[in-house]
T-cell receptor
Framework: TQLLEQSPQFLSIQEGENLTVYCNSS?????LQWYRQEPGEGPVLLVT?????EVKKLKRLTFQFGDARKDSSLHITAAQPGDTGLYLC?????????FGAGTILRVKS | DAGITQSPRHKVTETGTPVTLRCHQT?????MYWYRQDPGHGLRLIHY???????DKGEVSDGYSVSRSKTEDFLLTLESATSSQTSVYFC????????????????FGSGTRLTVV
């Protein structure tokens, strides 16, 4: 069974602070994907990282895939209230996705 | 964007009754998935399909069955609903990423909130 451990579970920070969410596994994935989910909606894909060591930037969000393709991180710079939501990492293997438990982020103004 | 619709959006049903949830896509994507989402568990795969009449189990398939008689429709059936199946159910499709020809993205429906009383 493929498992993804995501941390922290909850994060409450002030506007302007930086934060990092971690996603770790003992399994190797063909890609690692990050999603954001709003209440009452399905997850929306933010980014897919495929190559070990890959770094992708999406405005104030930076995503990194570990060299061994077992772990990933999401770093948000200067968080804003609009970043509030549930962030999910997901590892792809054999045309399926396995998800971490998610990180609930709250950014206070 | 892949069009994906789930119905119903909300349902309340009694323990022991069968329930069918529907997922409809407007494009001919091969792979379709059913997940359930519960607090503290993220999303867990119930069943998935890799073509018409081709389906396979996920990690939490007990008590669920699926059918795919047409490319665009993927049905999830709770054969005899139990309170432990109260959850939010999401359908998803996978599709090639335009900027990453070697990888796939997943698009999710808006979910069905099912309550079993």
């Amino acid at each position: 069974t493929q498992l993804l451990e995501q941390s922290p579970q909850f994060l409450s920070i002030q506007e302007g602070e930086n934060l990092t969410v971690y996603c770790n596994s003992s399994s190797v994935f063909s890609s690692l994907q990050w999603y954001r989910q709003e209440p009452g909606e399905g997850p929306v894909l933010l980014v897919t990282v495929v190559t070990g060591g890959e770094v992708k930037k999406l405005k104030r969000l930076t995503f990194q895939f570990g060299d061994a393709r077992k772990d990933s991180s999401l770093h948000i710079t200067a968080a804003q209230p609009g970043d509030t939501g549930l962030y999910l990492c997901a590892g792809e293997y054999g045309n399926k996705l396995v998800f971490g438990a998610g990180t609930i982020l709250r950014v206070k103004s | 964007d892949a069009g994906i619709t789930q119905s119903p959006r909300h349902k309340v049903t009694e323990t022991g009754t069968p329930v069918t949830l529907r997922c409809h896509q407007t494009e001919n994507h091969r792979y379709m998935y059913w997940y359930r989402q519960d607090p503290g568990h993220g999303l867990r795969l119930i069943h998935y399909s890799y073509g018409v009449k081709d389906t396979d189990k996920g990690e939490v398939s007990d008590g669920y069955s699926v059918s795919r008689s047409k490319t665009e429709d993927f049905l999830l059936t709770l054969e005899s609903a139990t309170s432990s199946q109260t959850s939010v159910y999401f359908c998803a499709i996978s599709h090639p990423l335009l900027d990453r020809g070697d990888s796939y993205g997943y698009t999710f429906g808006s979910g069905t909130r099912l309550t079993v009383v």
